[in-house]
T-cell receptor, first 110, second 118 residues
């Protein structure tokens, strides 16, 4: 079973920031938090990952709470092309296995 | 970098036939690849972990004799759906871990293969 909980859906206005929450209250000390997104009928796309510190790259920012039990993915300026299902995954399995949850369907509207 | 391809992108076959799907890491070596299945309006379900040069590890409930996995090189893994039936119709997605990045577990996903069994 997935070790994360996300809201099923979220709407966001184009040009505004989208803040996607994820709960991972049972995360272990050696587990990373990964975010991926899947646009309809495509393979998931890597967005960002982190362990303890906040991370930022050209796509998004990842804010991890101090107790690491939750995190927020921030898309700073949402565009229509950001409409997708966003998945939050925790993993440190030696095999590197991912267990996908249901994710959050984000719809960006004009 | 970190591109994964799949072939074919879509395939239609008759019930009872076998279908092979290829997964290739194009610009990195992948000692570990994963196979997922995704039904309409559902999330990805991990089917198996494929390690180069050894037998694949299947998730509970996945029939290893029906879904044959071969990972013969550091850039290629294949999934063969044997004696396919309509209930095997699904979106099959592979992913690969970069062997040069052992600290992290991020996976790079292929574009998926749409299998339709008539």
């Amino acid at each position: 079973d997935a070790k994360t909980t996300q809201p099923p859906s979220m709407d966001c206005a184009e040009g505004r920031a989208a803040n996607l929450p994820c709960n991972h209250s049972t995360i272990s000390g050696n587990e990373y938090v990964y975010w991926y997104r899947q646009i309809h009928s495509q393979g998931p796309q890597y967005i960002i990952h982190g362990l303890k510190n906040n991370e930022t790259n050209e796509m998004a920012s990842l804010i991890i709470t101090e107790d690491r039990k939750s995190s927020t993915l921030i898309l700073p300026h949402a565009t229509l092309r950001d409409t997708a299902v966003y998945y939050c995954i925790v993993s440190a399995d030696s095999w590197g296995k991912f267990q996908f949850g249901a994710g959050t369907q984000v719809v960006v509207t004009p | 970098g970190a591109v994964v391809s799949q072939h074919p992108s879509r395939v239609i076959c008759k019930s009872g036939t076998s279908v092979k799907i290829e997964c290739r890491s194009l610009d990195f070596q992948a000692t570990t690849m994963f196979w997922y299945r995704q039904f309409p309006k559902q999330s990805l379900m991990l089917m198996a972990t494929s390690n180069e040069g050894s037998k694949a590890t299947y998730e509970q409930g996945v029939e290893k004799d029906k879904f044959l996995i071969n990972h013969a090189s550091l850039t290629l893994s294949t999934l063969t759906v044997t004696s396919a039936h309509p209930e095997d119709s699904s979106f099959y997605i592979c992913s690969a871990r970069d062997a040069g990045r052992t600290l992290y577990n991020e996976q790079f996903f292929g574009p998926g293969t749409r299998l339709t069994v008539l």
